[in-house]
């Protein structure tokens, strides 16, 4: 997984029925030589705005939707304690 | 998924079989530290030159498809909204 | 795989379900081209802060887990001896 | 996917009994900021020295194998057209 | 897949128990702009020291081996010819 800051929503109208009702974000690679790397993710965990959150990529990130047939490849699993001083 | 905008068509007349009626485009990666970073994205939305789209990767890719065995690592899922300001 | 060491533990109170009872910990490359990259992945074999480990990530991550569903892309699949100098 | 030019053959006479009779290509990524980075692909389509080709990568890539246990992770799945100038 | 050179062993004692009998070796990726990415891959194929190799990532990296749930995500699959000259 990689530690990441919510940045932004992505809208996106016209898309895969499947995705339909899912949220995405903008998220930013926080740490290390990837930091500044941007991503989206599909959110089903309720992470706001400038939220550090951990995000799951690759096929795993669809083990997360009940419908594991999304084509999805980020995920936001968790959201990074405040008071975690990594 | 990666943000990225679509810059060409791909035409590849020998190419496999499960692959035939499928439409090939050139995507750059925008934004972060990929931004340039060129990819190769089958289309089932209907991306026009220029537009911002969102791409997913990997074995979720395939999952766009009504034929599961195509051979695809990427694929565009959505158009993001012109008015979406990231 | 990759080789990482241990650098710091990370927690999330607000998670997915599958997650509840794992351990993550921010594990950084050592070595190579990668030296610098901070990933964080699951421990289910007791990693201890600054041990040297083995990170297996993607799809494979999730083979050693009892739960097969949780959205894990990277854990921890040994520690390295003490006593191998690479 | 990623388009690719072929650069060489690859020949390794010990390798996993799954692999025998397949051709190994060196292909070099084209275009953007991955410009020079090397691959090894799996050819099932006949590619020639210097063409430029499209590679699938990861799982996806043994879906145009009959065999889907063999060990692949890349694979050239269609040749470029020559008059496509992207 | 990418070309490889061997260059160490790694010695893991405290390991996932369905790793126990495998060989890890520390191998660095061969040319292009990945020159010096350190890997650890599983290698039952039987490679020596400085041998260039062929190895394969990702989940496809557990086709090679008979315990199919393994957390692998590299394999070594093959051993490049001395007189291959690429």
Redesign the interface.
């Known amino acids: ?3 990441a800051k919510v ?10 029925d ?2 339909i009702g899912l949220k ?1 974000m ?1 998220v ?1 690679v926080i ?12 959110d089903s ?2 992470a706001g705005m400038g939220e550090r959150v ?1 995000v ?9 939707l009940d419908r594991n ?7 936001i ?5 405040e ?2 001083t ?1």
Chains 1, 2, 3, 4, 5 share one sequence.
């Open positions: 997984m990689i530690a940045i932004d929503k992505i809208w996106a109208t016209r898309k895969a499947s995705l995405f903008l930013e740490g290390g030589i990837d930091a500044g790397r941007l991503m989206i993710a599909a965990i309720g951990l799951c990529t690759g096929s795993s990130a669809r083990k997360m047939d999304a084509p999805i490849d980020a995920i699993i968790g959201i990074i304690d008071d975690c990594f």
